[in-house]
């Protein structure tokens, strides 16, 4: 497997995915803010965390959730089960040089269809080495009452495949915050 170490082609590759959210006009990208809200939850709190076949996802999924239960706390904003302000969803898009494959396993009944095909047609157009993945976490949050979309972010990353589980959730910890980043403003 190609391991890219340079920082330079790593942020080449991923500045090529983040093309595809940027360039695009139709997807909506709303950038509320924490204000007035005090309590969150999932969008889907009992889903599974993946198909038995992509433990990838299970553990990607698990990793994130965990990340957003802590950015939320660390920020003032309490996890709840029931009679939340926000509700929170996320999408896991992963990408090589030939497919494109997502998690919506926490995106609940949103479309998300339109950023899939967006990200599988920027990433197809670029010619990248047969081993490299990239990937992008979508984060929503949405108003509990309105079920109104008030924020919307994204986060890029290479591939987490063998890093030890220490160093992938450090790195999703970090792809949470950078996502969140704008709405604790």
Do not use: W
């Not at 949405?142 to 160093?167: C, F, H, M, Q, W």
């Amino acid at each position: 497997m190609l391991k890219i170490t340079s920082k330079t082609v790593r942020f080449t590759l991923l500045s090529l995915l983040a093309t595809c959210f940027v360039g695009c006009t139709s997807v909506p990208m709303p950038k509320g803010s924490s204000k007035g809200y005090s309590s969150v939850r999932y969008i889907a709190p009992n889903a599974p965390l993946g198909a038995d076949e992509l433990p990838s996802f299970v553990d990607g999924n698990r990793m994130i959730k965990s990340a957003v239960t802590d950015a939320m706390a660390k920020n003032g904003i309490k996890f709840v089960d029931k009679n939340s302000d926000l509700i929170v969803a996320h999408l896991i898009i992963l990408q090589d040089n030939t497919s494109t494959s997502y998690s919506n396993q926490y995106y609940g009944l949103q479309d998300f269809s339109e950023i899939v095909t967006m990200a599988h047609k920027e990433g197809m157009k670029k010619d990248f080495p047969e081993a490299v993945q990239k990937r992008a976490l979508v984060i929503d949050l949405i108003d509990a009452k309105t079920y109104k979309l008030v924020y919307r972010n994204y986060a890029l990353s290479g591939s987490l495949i063998n890093l030890p589980a220490e160093e992938q959730q450090a790195r999703i910890d970090s792809l949470v915050a950078d996502a969140l980043q704008q709405f604790f403003r």
